[in-house]
């Protein structure tokens, strides 16, 4: 079995679940591909795994910021390198494609973040960045995610520190990934179905509480912020919109993040593509990956 085995996919398509069957296959461990479970304190709206899973099977890059920091691909990079030196079986597992991408292919040139720089950027309004982006690099303004404030603001940032277009200095990534990267794929309703149950799970298990008891360090953090859940409960929390909107929001902005994720990570070459049904076991689902392995 040669290199890391890689597990993909949307949020809720149960990959989790499969790379910790894997782990207990081949006495493997996991190093998490996810921007928000990186954060301590964002646990049941991120979804980490429980804290009997985590013991289990040994876990990589959660709980390894807190939410004073500003987490990044570069320094996941660096962490998850530092990481796999150290694992005989290491699973990469997670949704996140930038950080697979940046893992596998490189980040180019661009320097690092700076804080007051990324401040400057943040007092504009998001329709102001995207206006400044798109005179400064139509390139990236046409292909970047507009609808993420993280990715906006970056570029920008890349752009004034070096006063040079942000698509110059990018890796020239060929979107291809090695034989052990898998995809968990499912269908359209039952990933929807999946992801409207976990959302009701995470309400019930107190995301509003948690939010409550998070609520001034996330407002002081603009990337942890963004984490899905927590921005629409600062919002009920402020009154915008009641419990059962929130929810509702909640639900809708899981699904459409959800396909973005499947857009990003249909565009890969060389990714072993697995439909998953609904009635499929993860023990099932590993077997069939490392089959291919």
Same mark, same amino acid.
């Given at each position: 079995?040669?290199?890391?085995?890689?597990?993909?996919?949307?949020?809720?398509?149960?990959?989790?679940?499969?790379? +910790?069957?894997?782990?207990?296959?081949?006495?493997?461990? +996991?190093?998490?591909?996810?921007?928000?479970?990186?954060?301590?304190?964002?646990? +049941?709206?991120?979804?980490?795994?429980?804290?009997?899973?985590?013991?289990?099977?040994? !876990? !990589?890059?959660? =709980?390894?910021?807190?939410?004073?920091? /500003?987490?990044?691909?570069?320094?996941?990079?660096?962490?998850?390198?530092?990481?796999?030196?150290?694992?005989?079986?290491?699973?990469?597992?997670?949704?996140?494609? $930038?950080?697979?991408?940046?893992?596998?292919?490189?980040?180019?040139?661009?320097?690092?973040?700076?804080?007051?720089?990324?401040?400057?950027?943040?007092?504009?309004? !998001?329709?102001?960045?995207?206006?400044?982006?798109?005179?400064?690099?139509?390139?990236?303004?046409?292909?970047?995610?507009?609808?993420?404030? %993280?990715?906006?603001?970056?570029?920008? =940032?890349?752009?004034?520190?070096?006063?040079?277009?942000?698509?110059?200095? %990018?890796?020239?990534?060929?979107?291809?990934?090695?034989?052990?990267?898998?995809?968990?794929?499912?269908?359209?309703?039952?990933?929807?179905?999946?992801?409207?149950? %976990?959302?009701?799970?995470?309400?019930?298990?107190?995301?509003? =509480?948690? /939010?409550?008891?998070?609520?001034?360090?996330?407002?002081?953090?603009?990337?942890?912020?963004?984490?899905?859940?927590?921005?629409?409960?600062?919002?009920?929390?402020?009154? =915008?919109?009641?419990?059962?909107? /929130?929810?509702?929001?909640?639900?809708?902005?899981?699904?459409?993040?959800?396909?973005?994720?499947? /857009?990003?990570?249909?565009?890969?070459?060389?990714?072993?593509? $697995?439909?998953?049904?609904?009635?499929?076991?993860?023990?099932?689902?590993?077997?069939?990956?490392?089959?291919?392995?």
């Amino acid at each position: 079995m040669g290199g890391p085995i890689c597990i993909a996919g949307p949020t809720a398509s149960g990959k989790s679940a499969v790379a +910790i069957k894997i782990a207990e296959r081949l006495q493997g461990e +996991i190093i998490s591909v996810d921007s928000m479970q990186v954060y301590r304190g964002l646990d +049941i709206g991120t979804a980490k795994p429980s804290e009997a899973e985590q013991a289990g099977i040994p !876990h !990589h890059l959660i =709980e390894c910021a807190g939410l004073e920091e /500003t987490y990044d691909a570069a320094r996941f990079v660096r962490e998850a390198t530092a990481a796999e030196r150290k694992i005989e079986r290491p699973i990469y597992c997670g949704g996140t494609g $930038l950080y697979f991408q940046a893992w596998l292919e490189g980040l180019g040139e661009s320097p690092p973040a700076d804080a007051a720089v990324r401040a400057e950027i943040e007092a504009k309004s !998001h329709e102001e960045q995207l206006v400044e982006l798109k005179a400064a690099d139509t390139e990236t303004f046409e292909r970047i995610d507009q609808q993420n404030p %993280r990715r906006v603001v970056r570029a920008l =940032e890349v752009i004034r520190l070096t006063g040079k277009p942000y698509s110059e200095q %990018r890796a020239e990534w060929q979107n291809t990934v090695p034989s052990n990267f898998f995809l968990i794929e499912r269908e359209r309703e039952d990933l929807r179905a999946r992801i409207e149950a %976990r959302v009701e799970a995470m309400f019930a298990a107190g995301l509003v =509480e948690e /939010t409550c008891s998070l609520r001034a360090a996330l407002e002081d953090n603009r990337v942890a912020q963004q984490a899905l859940g927590y921005r629409q409960v600062i919002g009920y929390l402020q009154g =915008e919109q009641d419990l059962p909107n /929130t929810v509702a929001m909640v639900k809708s902005r899981t699904w459409q993040f959800a396909r973005r994720q499947k /857009t990003w990570f249909r565009r890969l070459q060389g990714a072993v593509r $697995l439909s998953v049904s609904a009635d499929e076991a993860p023990a099932e689902t590993a077997r069939r990956i490392l089959s291919h392995c």
